[in-house]
């Protein structure tokens, strides 16, 4: 992984999409590997394409030996088979996880055929994201021994031309049809902590950062700075819509006064809640919060989301 990323941040690389791809479904495939074989008491079968014994006179046996290929070692399972037998194992994997490894095994798999790097740059990125964040987060919930402190995860935010900034040009219908196939999925995609794509949106104004409001969330934490521009970006929801969403959302969703004092919690964690001044300058003004979209993953755990229904 950390490969994918080095070579996607060269200032100068024109395969950086698809090499990104590679190397990243590579990195999926050996962690997610590497984790059924322990689960699997570390007996190597669990890895292998196993195929019944011959007898001799030609019947299959009820016995079985790995498969093998043209080199004569034992041919190994696919990724999306390692996926299945993890889930056999009990371990559940998001279904927004298995379709962000889709979508990069679809890229990985055209790349031969598949560059037109200028016309979808951008997009391409924030799926690289996504499945960075996604590598970092199952890495973490899994408990694998790795230090993620010693590096730097993350792509360049500049790593690209904007698509708004270029002038059109005509997408082939190659280039067309995968964008469809991972519109697709993020439109199906669920509420969890694994994402499919991160969406990339970057700024330029006058301001500068200086008068900014500087954030750091824990000691050795990075910090970051949020203009005042950005805070409606990050935390976008005042009470009413809040309200307005948790009653579609939930079932038993009601405004009384178990819903009054989870939100004087939520409003004590900067985190979630952002509380604004309606006159900056004085300090005895009217104040308004504002909730980041984060505040779902405290409102589940104590209302029931309710069912989707499909149509016949």
């Not at 046996?61 to 999306?80: D, Y």
Request: proline residues 3%; hydrophobic residues 35%; contains cysteine.
């Amino acid at each position: 992984m950390l490969s994918a990323i080095e070579i996607y941040n060269k200032p100068n690389f024109s395969y950086r999409e698809e090499t990104f791809a590679i190397l990243a479904v590579n990195a999926w495939e050996l962690l997610l590997k590497a984790f059924l074989l322990k689960k699997c008491s570390y007996k190597m079968d669990s890895l292998y394409v196993m195929e019944p014994v011959l007898k001799k006179n030609g019947e299959k046996s009820t016995r079985k030996k790995p498969k093998l290929n043209r080199a004569k070692n034992p041919m190994t399972i696919g990724l999306f088979d390692v996926i299945k037998k993890i889930e056999e194992k009990g371990i559940q994997i998001s279904g927004n996880l298995k379709d962000s490894i889709e979508a990069l095994v679809e890229l990985r798999d055209n790349a031969i055929h598949f560059h037109n790097e200028k016309e979808i740059s951008k997009e391409l990125q924030e799926l690289g994201f996504a499945c960075i964040k996604n590598y970092m987060n199952i890495i973490k919930f899994w408990k694998i021994e790795i230090n993620l402190s010693n590096y730097n995860f993350y792509l360049m935010p500049l790593a690209y031309i904007d698509s708004k900034i270029e002038a059109s040009s005509i997408t082939t219908d190659e280039v067309q049809k995968y964008i469809d196939f991972v519109k697709n999925k993020v439109n199906g995609a669920t509420d969890d902590e694994y994402t499919i794509a991160i969406s990339i949106d970057i700024q330029f104004n006058k301001s500068n950062s200086f008068d900014a409001i500087g954030v750091k969330y824990s000691l050795d934490g990075i910090p970051i700075t949020i203009s005042e521009e950005d805070i409606r970006i990050k935390f976008p929801m005042d009470t009413k819509k809040l309200t307005d969403t948790a009653k579609k959302r939930y079932s038993d969703f009601k405004q009384d006064k178990k819903f009054n004092n989870l939100m004087k919690t939520i409003k004590s964690n900067d985190k979630l809640c952002y509380i604004r001044q309606l006159d900056p300058e004085n300090p005895k003004s009217n104040k308004k919060p504002f909730y980041s979209s984060n505040v779902w993953h405290e409102l589940d755990k104590k209302y029931t989301k309710k069912t989707k229904t499909t149509n016949a």
